[in-house]
């Protein structure tokens, strides 16, 4: 009998080894305020991308990838979940996650993966007691920020306080991360590690080799006065932009070069062929930095400047030769698609990101479920006092920046409580996109909410609103995206952690 158990068992055991062993190795990077025109290959005049450019001559190049917000909290949100960010109340930039949120990371440690995150956060703070803090979220190890940094970056290692790391910040990340990445080699374990940049978020700071790069902009380029943070003073400050472009670009190109290094890390470390290395921003490009952006909009609004953005992904044993795709997709695909490439189940709540995997093989040609967007915000009643989520102190950031907000260099978060669903919590700037058509909603209700459609596919810079020769279109979509917000304020309110 015994032998008997142990025939059994050892195939088993045998099985598992062997699925692990062949599970792909798998690295997310993402840009802070990179927008999609941003690159070399998508034909921008001055920008030198070269890494990226080349990922998007050998790899799969996504023409219309999408953040699922026009700010970053969010985004980040739907990367982690797989879900909306309304979903959980991360509205805007500064709120938190919530600590019931099933992530991939978690997901991927439960499957044997070695995790650990580099850069920027945003989904609460870092510190070592905070509820969702990255390794709270499944992250093995990390080195973060609260927030957004620049040279010189002071980084939380596991929830210890900030230490400064001295050089540029892009590099920093991705030679700690190379680390991390050798440890979990010769242990013999797949690992999935997170990269998000600082970059180029502003205040804009750049080393000396980059910035010479951006000397010669013509003197017409961006030839007018922007806002944005001093790098002094950690105040506001008007400044030619064609100063600021320099400095701007001179970020991307660091970013890029970084990315180059890790590639080169992983050829050298025999790890390349079977590693997805997946690059995107966060959200469109901000206002000091538009400059030639293509499409209607920026940051912060859900037209396509706002959240069309720049996506490249490799994988030599499954994508060997260049593949260019035009289907709609969105960071919230992350957690499926990451799920199906290692097959592993997905969370049983709503999602809002599809498994895109098949765009790796070319057999995915569109997308059967429209992407939403939806710039929600937290419940604006006079008399209303709202009930924190999480214990205020608990959501104190330490992380130090640059940027001062009311006279403090740090950021605090705050998410809050839903007890129902009211009519007004339907509001907000919001968009439903499908495979040829994206219908605009402006912030308001019912029909006192200004609306657009755009044929997306022949009118991406959303020049020409058909509204009045497609009603029945547009009728359509609204109520689509009217189902979906439901759908939404349902998980809000914790319906899914019931």
Known sequence: MKNMFLALLIPLLLGCSEKEENLPNIILLMGDDHGWDEVGYNGHPYLQTPILDEMAKTGLRMDRFYSASPVCSPTRGSVITGRHPNRYGTFTAGSSIRPEEISIAQILKEAGY??????????????????????????????????????????????APEEVYEGE??????????????????KNQPFFVVIWYGSPHEPYSGMQEDLDLYDDLPESFGDKMVRLTSNETGLQVDRPQREVLRERFAEITAMDRSIGQMRDFLKAETLRD???????????????????????????????????????????????????????????????TLCAITGISLPDRPLDGIDISPMFTGEMKEREEPIMFWNGRVRQVKGHDPKPYIDPELQKGTSPLVKLMNGIATRNFTNFHYPDIQERDFGGGRAILDNQYKLVIHDGLGVDAGRELFDIKNDPAESNNLISELPEVAS???????????????????????
Do not use: C
């Open 114 to 159: 070695a995790t650990a995150h580099f850069g920027k956060w945003h989904l609460g703070p870092v510190k070592a007691d905070s509820p969702t803090n990255p390794k709270a979220m499944g992250f093995d190890e990390y080195l973060s920020h609260d927030n957004f940094f620049e040279m010189n970056p002071a980084l939380s290692k596991n929830g």
């Open 476 to 498: 359509a979509l609204g109520e689509k995206l009217r189902k979906w917000q439901q759908s939404v304020l349902e998980s809000l309110i914790g319906q899914d952690y019931e």
């Open 169 to 186: 910040s892009s590099e920093i990340l991705v030679t700690e991360a190379m680390h991390f990445i050798q440890k979990a080699k010769e």
């Open 274 to 336: 079977n590693t997805l290395l997946w690059y995107f921003g966060d959200n469109g490009t901000p206002q000091e930095g538009k400059a030639t952006v293509p499409f209607r909009g920026e940051k912060g609004l859900v037209y396509e400047g706002g959240v069309r953005v720049p996506s490249v992904l490799e994988w030599p044993s499954k994508i060997p030769t260049a593949m260019f795709s035009s289907v709609h997709t969105v960071t919230s695909d992350v957690l499926p």
